[in-house]
């Protein structure tokens, strides 16, 4: 087929992908080959016109998720692009953020996704704080993250609802940390779903 | 009553999975940790563009499909079927030989022992998972109920879609507390070949109409981890943790009569 410029291209599809990578790209005169890499925890595919074989995947056809994890992690992967572009800016830029700031961001998203949260919006304070933000209604919730603590701000259009400042070392324990800032921010108890596999995107238990 | 179309249990994925105390500020390359385990370089590498998206180190040892993949908040050494010439598009690729699988989990293991992940770790990961492919419902349960011990075994009939996982949990090395799960399931995979048509010249893509091949397989998976700790747990400790996870499968494969080659105690 790829005589005639059309490539049979294997596609993978999984409900449960982690992470997924489009990556080498390289043009001869009538076709592309494409590489592929689904990647989780569970399976890693390779798809590439050198082995023009379809992997797999599973899917789930009885049950939905809200949220496919794969868009979730997609959502994250921009944040981690925005997080890179915002410490490569010129130091002068209002945008650009310290690196050592940058890396504690980065460390706050990876729970935040492994958790399972929705990407927030993200924007600076001033190169020493990354904020990561979220809107519920007229309700904000702002994440002040800096190199040395973490401070949740719960706002309505007419006042500062809450707010709460917890030192850094609260990171070491995101299974408490976030569904108290996230307890607070929807004003009722969060139901905490945990589970002992290995796999991404489920909550360990501790 | 429909035939079983296979009766030897194949390795679908196995992974070795380390999870640091702490997400890494820098995480280590895959590249080098794909060396460090299988000591050549691999056949593709994606490095990471940000570190909230994974590196990505692959190559075929041995038969399987290798591969190392970091992220932030973990490193993930799986293994796989390695890609085939098989005419038949519409087979679902397992790893036959199952003593190479478990000849490459005990090589990562002996790596993480070695120490190539210098980072603080907190909680490890043994997992395997086999399969059997069934051509219906009722030959999958059949299957899976024949492989799970008599305190478990349920009637079933050509119910679809299940699933049954328990945890018996005890304190392993140095008190630390393990998970030990075993999932028995249905498993539905779907095989989809989609012709594009790009460069100059070429004709115009098909209209997008996508024939997928779904296959029904039963599937046992373990997955054997120990609780996250806080505190770092050191590399021998690590290894002993994982080699546990590795010899809990073996028990549990025999006990539940699966016969797999290479994962005898």
């Known amino acids: 087929m790829s005589n005639i410029g059309v490539y049979l291209q294997p596609l993978a599809v999984s409900a449960s992908s982690a992470y997924i990578t489009s990556d080498t790209t390289e043009e001869s005169a009538n076709q592309t080959n494409q590489t592929y890499t689904v990647t989780s925890p569970s399976t890693i595919i390779s798809i590439s016109p050198n082995a023009p074989q379809p992997r797999l995947f599973r899917k789930s056809f009885s049950s939905l998720p809200i949220i496919t994890m794969a868009e979730l992690v997609l959502e994250y992967h921009e944040l981690g692009e925005a997080l890179s572009e915002m410490t490569t800016l010129d130091d002068d830029d209002e945008r650009w953020i310290d690196p050592p700031v940058a890396n504690i961001a980065r460390r706050v998203a990876s729970e935040l996704m492994n958790g399972g949260y929705p990407a927030p919006h993200i924007f600076n304070h001033g190169p020493k704080s990354v904020v990561f933000n979220w809107s519920r209604g007229a309700d904000n919730l702002y994440l002040t993250v800096s190199t040395d603590s973490i401070s949740a701000l719960i706002s309505s259009p007419q006042r500062i609802k809450r707010r709460i400042d917890y030192p850094l070392t609260a990171l070491a324990t995101p299974d408490r940390l976030f569904p108290s800032i996230q307890s607070a921010y929807w004003e009722r108890p969060i139901i905490v779903i945990k589970s002992a596999s290995s796999d991404a995107m489920e909550r360990p238990l501790a | ?265």
């Not at chain 2, 070795?16 to 080098?32: L, Q």
């Not at chain 2, 390695?82 to 030989?97: G, K, Q, V």
């Not at chain 2, 299940?162 to 995979?189: G, P, Y």
């Open chain 2, 1 to 265: 009553m429909t035939a079983i179309q296979a009766t030897q249990w194949n390795a679908l994925t196995a992974r070795i999975a380390i999870f640091p105390v702490v997400p890494f500020s820098d995480p280590p390359s895959s590249i080098n940790l794909y060396k460090a385990v299988w000591g050549a370089d691999p056949d593709q590498f994606f490095k990471q563009p940000n570190p909230l998206r994974p590196s990505v180190a692959q190559g075929v040892i041995g038969g399987v499909l290798a591969n190392c993949a970091v992220l932030q908040s973990r490193i993930d050494f799986s293994l796989g079927p390695a890609p085939s010439n098989s005419p038949d598009d519409s087979d679902l690729p397992t790893i036959e030989d199952t003593s190479q699988v478990r000849k490459e989990l005990v090589k990562i293991i002996d790596s993480v022992k070695s120490g190539i992940i210098t980072e603080p770790v907190g909680r490890v990961a043994t997992v395997v998972q086999f399969i059997i492919v069934a051509s219906t419902f009722s030959d999958a349960n059949r299957i899976l109920v024949a492989a799970m011990p008599n305190q478990y075994k349920i009637t079933l009939a050509d119910e679809e879609d299940f699933i049954f996982q328990v945890n018996r949990a005890h304190r392993v090395v140095d008190n630390i507390r393990m998970n030990f799960l075993k999932k028995w399931s249905v498993e539905r995979f779907q095989i989809v070949n989609v012709p594009i048509s790009i460069g100059p010249g070429a004709p115009p893509s098909p209209t997008f109409n996508v024939q997928p091949v779904e296959i029904l397989a039963a599937s046992v998976t373990f997955d054997n981890n120990n609780m996250p700790q806080l505190i770092p747990i050191d590399h021998e400790n690590q290894a002993l943790l994982l080699n546990r996870g590795l010899s809990q499968v073996a028990q549990d494969q025999r006990d539940f009569g699966m016969n797999i080659a290479g994962f005898e105690p």
